[in-house]
């Protein structure tokens, strides 16, 4: 601005001066800054413009350690060459830096690049929108122009894959049956009927096809094994540390090429978060029947299923999920228990040392539940001391809790329990 500034009063004084002694040059010399000024604004509008922008993201969905990808083209379809063209991008993922600057794209030639970013915190965030800005060659104006399209990815918990998990036992598994039909295969056919398109060829039952001569498929009910909840506490005012990550002390997380070591946050929010998705997965991937609830920014409740679309509900829901909520653990543990049936396990995961809880939990062990509670020492986390008489009140209803710290490994801990009668040993 200050070149054209500089320009325009240029000009002036050539008119002025023209005007004053008569001379042709000084009129001539106006009239060439003038055309310079037109034909800047010019070049540097056409910069802009005469474009087409793509940007192509490989997944919408991501999880926490794991990268998105994205491609950018640019096609110049215009009839003059982009000596530059700078390409901000507005996305709010964190660590995405896929603003980059263009150089000399000729006409009806293409500028492609691509970008690699680590996730490094869940959430669901927005990619885009997009600003051009180019200039003519003597920098008299800077253009802009926003492409306001904007896309969304969802970045998943981390996760770690649990062999196993210390389940309560002293009760039975099994249920009454539920005459409930499923478009899953259990172990309990309850009959055949006509074959539909987009059945599975493994549900086929040959032998009454034979002897029908039509396709005919095998029905399912639901099977009557217990129901896994987990009870997860969002509750603000039992939750300490920072979630987020600093970007700027994560070395090579914007187009690297080797992945940057992952390290929990030292945050009660994200240690429950990534337990309570690790818990699901393993028992989605061993065709339970799991559900969710839990209270943070809002009351969330996962209704029990199972299956890989109920692991991409799970997470989703544990993506954007929050240490927001107001509502206590123990009122929670009522509302989403009342009407659970006996034999149902119910996995409590909370950094909470109010004793209520554990005083709720052990009234629902004795009414048909189990209970198995994850217990996050929130003072190893700068929180308040109370984890050791939580546990000890849990231990009189035979309920023994798994107790995380900051930076213990707890997939160990969770695979080396061992069940005992209302509880488990290690």
């Not at 005919?216 to 920072?242: Q, R, T």
Request: include cysteine; aromatic fraction near 8%; glycine fraction near 8%.
């Amino acid at each position: 601005m200050t070149r054209l500034r500089t320009v325009v009063i240029l000009s002036a004084i050539m008119f002025v001066v023209g005007l004053a002694t008569g001379r042709t040059i000084f009129y001539n010399v106006f009239f060439l800054l003038v055309a310079l000024i037109a034909f800047s604004y010019l070049w540097a509008w056409a910069g802009v413009n005469w474009l087409r922008v793509t940007r192509q993201t490989r997944s919408r969905r991501a999880q926490v350690g794991l990268p998105i990808e994205e491609a950018f083209r640019v096609r110049n379809t215009g009839a003059l060459p982009k000596l530059w063209l700078e390409v901000l991008d507005a996305s709010d993922l964190p660590g995405h830096r896929a603003s980059h600057v263009a150089n000399d794209i000729p006409s009806n030639t293409e500028y492609a690049w691509s970008i690699r970013t680590y996730c490094l915190e869940r959430g669901r965030y927005r990619l885009g929108p997009i600003t051009l800005t180019s200039s003519d060659p003597f920098g008299l104006f800077g253009v802009k122009r926003v492409l306001s399209h904007t896309t969304n990815v969802v970045v998943y918990p981390a996760t770690f894959r649990l062999r196993s998990f210390p389940m309560p036992v002293g009760t039975l598994p099994g249920g009454d049956a539920l005459r409930r039909r499923t478009h899953q295969i259990t172990a309990n056919a309850s009959g055949i009927r006509e074959y539909y398109p987009g059945d599975g060829f493994n549900r086929i039952h040959w032998p009454s096809t034979a002897r029908k001569g039509r396709l005919l498929v095998k029905e399912f009910e639901l099977d009557p094994m217990s129901d896994v909840w987990i009870i997860l506490d969002m509750n603000a005012k039992v939750h300490y540390g920072d979630r987020h990550v600093d970007v700027s002390k994560v070395s090579e997380q914007a187009g690297g090429r080797r992945a940057p070591k992952f390290e929990m946050p030292a945050s009660t929010e994200e240690y429950g978060v990534s337990i309570a998705a690790s818990i699901a997965q393993h028992f989605l991937r061993n065709n339970q029947a799991l559900g969710l609830a839990a209270a943070g920014q809002r009351w969330e409740v996962v209704q029990a299923d199972r299956g890989e679309r109920q692991v991409i509900k799970i997470l989703e829901t544990l993506s954007v999920l929050r240490a927001e909520g107001g509502i206590p653990l123990h009122e929670l543990l009522y509302r989403e228990t009342s009407s659970l049936p006996r034999g149902t396990t119910v996995i409590i995961v909370t950094p909470s040392v109010n004793v209520r809880w554990a005083r709720t939990a052990r009234h629902l062990a004795t009414t048909g539940l189990r209970v198995v509670a994850v217990l996050i020492d929130a003072e190893t986390f700068g929180g308040e001391p109370g984890a050791g008489q939580v546990a000890a009140e849990l231990s009189v209803a035979g309920i023994t809790p798994l107790v995380v710290t900051r930076g213990s490994n707890w997939v160990e801990l969770f695979e080396r329990a061992r069940p005992r009668v209302g509880g488990w040993t290690d």
